[in-house]
């Protein structure tokens, strides 16, 4: 079972890119498995729970809080402990998950975003760039791509993310600082879809 990841700034073209290549994947008679990090995570689940439930909904049936999910770029002290231990709790599933997927012959493992990706957030939101001590857990992906654009060129596409110039640009200097540890193989994403998504295939 083969494990793949694609990484990158937000907006950057990873989720097209995992679904063109699941598609591709499944084409040839693969078992593939999607997975995408930052929604398996603990700290994910925790918040949805906490801001789609409230007392209202148990006594009533009925929820009067209206939650639109952001994203975010600011943690104090005590919510980035609270990602670390997650991403720990986090890696430590996963691996959980492997075993599971593997037993029932599953080909590939397709990653929308990687524990790659959370230690950007964790470094980001701690305005550090620091190897966590947990980073030494994550399993070593067979390829692992990382999707490189220029933030401002994202901020001129029609759908943008609500995060902003300045926070695309931070993460970016963190990846790239960032790549030669993970062996991560970047990839220029300002090109056609297409001619990414061959580019990754040819490479697996």
Same mark, same amino acid.
């Given at each position: 079972?083969?494990?793949?990841?694609?990484?990158?700034?937000?907006?950057?073209?990873?989720?097209?890119?995992?679904?063109?290549?699941?598609?591709?994947?499944?084409?040839?008679?693969?078992?593939?498995?999607?997975?995408?990090?930052?929604?398996?995570?603990?700290?994910?689940?925790?918040?949805? *729970?906490?801001?789609?439930?409230?007392? @209202?909904?148990? +006594?009533?049936? &009925?929820? $009067? #809080?209206?939650?639109? %999910? =952001?994203?975010?770029?600011?943690?104090?002290?005590?919510?980035?402990?609270?990602?670390?231990?997650?991403?720990?709790?986090?890696?430590?599933?996963?691996?959980?998950?492997?075993?599971?997927?593997?037993?029932?012959?599953?080909?590939?493992?397709?990653?929308?975003?990687? *524990?790659?990706?959370?230690?950007?957030? @964790?470094?980001? +939101?701690?305005? &550090?760039? $620091? #190897?966590?001590?947990? %980073? =030494?857990?994550?399993?070593?992906?067979?390829?692992?791509?990382?999707?490189?654009?220029?933030?401002?060129?994202?901020?001129?596409?029609?759908?943008?993310?609500?995060?902003?110039?300045?926070?695309?640009?931070?993460?970016?200097?963190?990846?790239?600082?960032?790549?030669?540890?993970?062996?991560?193989?970047?990839? @220029?994403?300002?090109?056609?879809?297409?001619?990414?998504?061959?580019?990754?295939?040819?490479?697996?």
């Amino acid at each position: 079972m083969k494990l793949i990841t694609i990484s990158g700034v937000d907006g950057s073209g990873k989720s097209t890119q995992v679904k063109l290549l699941q598609e591709y994947l499944e084409s040839q008679g693969k078992r593939v498995f999607y997975f995408h990090a930052i929604e398996f995570g603990v700290a994910k689940k925790i918040a949805e *729970f906490k801001n789609k439930y409230c007392l @209202i909904c148990r +006594l009533t049936g &009925k929820c $009067k #809080t209206n939650y639109t %999910e =952001k994203s975010v770029t600011r943690a104090n002290c005590l919510q980035v402990c609270l990602r670390r231990v997650f991403l720990l709790i986090d890696i430590l599933r996963f691996k959980s998950l492997l075993k599971k997927l593997d037993s029932h012959n599953f080909d590939y493992i397709l990653s929308d975003r990687y *524990f790659y990706d959370s230690v950007i957030n @964790i470094n980001y +939101l701690s305005h &550090k760039n $620091k #190897t966590l001590p947990c %980073e =030494k857990l994550i399993p070593k992906p067979e390829q692992s791509f990382y999707l490189e654009i220029d933030p401002e060129q994202i901020m001129q596409r029609e759908r943008k993310p609500d995060q902003g110039l300045d926070y695309l640009k931070q993460k970016s200097v963190l990846f790239r600082n960032n790549i030669e540890k993970w062996q991560m193989q970047a990839i @220029i994403a300002s090109q056609d879809k297409n001619t990414i998504f061959n580019e990754i295939k040819a490479k697996i």
